[in-house]
């Protein structure tokens, strides 16, 4: 097994420390050239993309609701922990390019969740299923390699990530409750069942108002501590800036200078904000929306959301905590042993130890919130891999069993395994944005030329549209068919 977990250290390290770096920001700078900036041009179109997603979804899964699963998956323990370690190896500059990322990020959620829509296909229930793995197959006309994607995803999301999350949730438990592991690991389990058990349907349910209470509830606190400390705010939002070029000396993170800042900034951004790995395409292709681009707009939200919001807040508790009290946080001088509950001692230094509980809440929450979003992926690959009755209760089944054994048992070779295998799935994703992306600047001037005429819903249909690059394959979008 040491054999093993080196090669999979190592794998990991490599994919995740260099070359999904170079990918998905060259990725996100090219679809943001060839959508024109939609992120920056179309500000307006996501917000009202966001007020009207809860409607229209006549028995499917809502726009809102897939929104809300993406969101559940994005905001997750790494919104605490990770953007603690950038600040620890960065220093407050890495919150910069986060923000930097951010906004490339955005035209990538944007894109796949476009191509999760136009490919999506029609099931029997009044649900439609897309994403990566329909869209490599019906877009590229790759089905094998959709089929890998399928497999490496459905497994490192429904089995892999449960045992991830649960082990957070039971080790937050045996630290502010002293709860043994197993005995945590049969509450995760018991609380993770009904929900995963209920499938696709549940989860959106669930997640629905669950992810944006936690997100508003999260920010709210912050909101307390920055109004309660002006001043160290202010001091805060300085670093950031004079850290993310080198203005300030002294404000280097552990690894030192700005290209620590730069380099710590832009991985945190890119793996927080998830776009272009893939699974918010899963959770996209699932809705029933009138308009492809509907949908990329509010995944495109999603990533602000996530980056400029909760990130943002994790980042400005520690740095007015450090601010308040060098021995809280101290760029240079913090060590990354302390990442793990850096951001739950700023936060009870600045508002007082009552805050130990609404924090640990918070990490459960956070961390049951991903095993949700995740399986909801893992589900959507399996039915493109199967239609079979029987798959989707076993793979549920199986996922509740593994919450249960990673909830009692630290498995770090699963958890490196789950990497490999995200990192894989997301290469394949990269490789059909780009080759796709086409249908996305189709989609998209089909929707701006529908607003330009006064149309005040667009509507989307394939048949004989001009702006895409071909007939589309299928009944969904096709003509007087064409989903809502």
């Known amino acids: 097994m040491g054999v093993v977990d080196n090669v999979l250290s190592t794998l990991s390290n490599w994919l995740f420390g260099t070359i999904l770096v170079w990918l998905l920001l060259g990725v996100g700078a090219f679809v943001t050239w060839r959508t024109r900036a939609v992120q920056l041009r179309h500000v307006r179109s996501v917000l009202r993309a966001v007020a009207g997603s809860r409607s229209g979804a006549e028995g499917g899964i ?54 999760g829509q136009v490919f999506k296909v029609r099931r029997g229930d009044g649900t439609f299923r897309g994403g990566p793995a329909y869209y490599l197959a019906r877009g590229l006309h790759w089905p094998a390699v959709g089929g890998v994607f399928a497999v490496v995803f459905m497994v490192a999301n429904g089995l892999a990530m449960p045992m991830v999350q649960a082990n957070a949730m039971t080790a937050a438990l045996a ?76 404000l280097a993170g552990a690894a030192g200078g700005v290209a620590a800042a730069v380099l710590n900034g ?47 807040a994790t980042a400005l508790s520690i740095l007015i905590a450090g601010a308040d009290d060098g021995s809280v946080y101290t760029p240079g001088v913090t060590g990354a042993d302390v990442s793990g509950t850096l951001t739950q001692q700023a936060i009870a230094h600045l508002l007082g130890s009552w805050t130990s509980w609404p924090m640990t809440i918070l990490i459960l929450v956070l961390a049951y919130s991903t095993i949700l979003g995740a399986f909801s992926y893992a589900e959507v690959c399996l039915d493109y891999l199967t239609r079979c009755s029987w798959a989707p209760t076993a793979l549920r089944a199986a ?16 958890w490196t395994l789950a990497d490999v295998l995200l990192g894989t799935g997301a290469i394949l994703n990269l490789i059909a944005i780009v080759a796709l992306s086409r249908w996305v600047a189709g989609a998209l001037r089909d929707w701006e030329a529908q607003r330009a005429a006064g149309v005040e819903a667009p509507r989307f249909v394939a048949t004989g549209n001009r702006f895409l690059p071909r007939e589309l394959d299928g009944d969904v979008w096709a003509g007087d068919a064409a989903s809502r």
């Open 62 to 115: 809502s726009s809102f609701q897939a929104f809300a699963v993406g969101l559940a998956c994005r905001v997750g323990t790494g919104n605490v922990v990770g953007v603690a370690l950038a600040l620890v190896l960065g220093g407050p500059g890495a919150v910069f390019w986060m923000w930097v990322v951010a906004l490339v990020g955005m035209a990538t959620a944007f894109c796949e969740a476009t191509l």
């Open 175 to 250: 630290s502010s409750a002293g709860l043994s592991p197993w005995w945590g690991a049969a509450i995760v389990a018991a609380i993770v069942a009904p929900v995963l058990l209920g499938g696709l349907r549940s989860i959106a349910s669930v997640t629905e108002w669950m992810a944006p209470i936690m997100a508003i509830a999260y920010l709210a606190l912050v909101l307390l501590i920055i109004v309660t400390h002006p001043a160290q705010a202010g001091t805060a939002l300085g670093q950031i800036v004079a850290g993310a070029f080198g203005l300030r000396a002294g």
């Open 266 to 312: 832009v991985r945190r951004g890119l793996f927080s904000n998830e776009a272009g790995l893939g699974g918010a395409a899963c959770a996209s292709g699932s809705a029933t929306v009138a308009h492809p681009a509907q949908q990329g707009f509010i995944q495109a939200f999603g990533v602000f959301v996530d980056t400029m919001l909760v990130c943002t």
């Open 399 to 414: 996922a509740v069993v593994c919450a249960f054994v990673g909830g009692g048992a630290a498995l770090t070779t699963v």
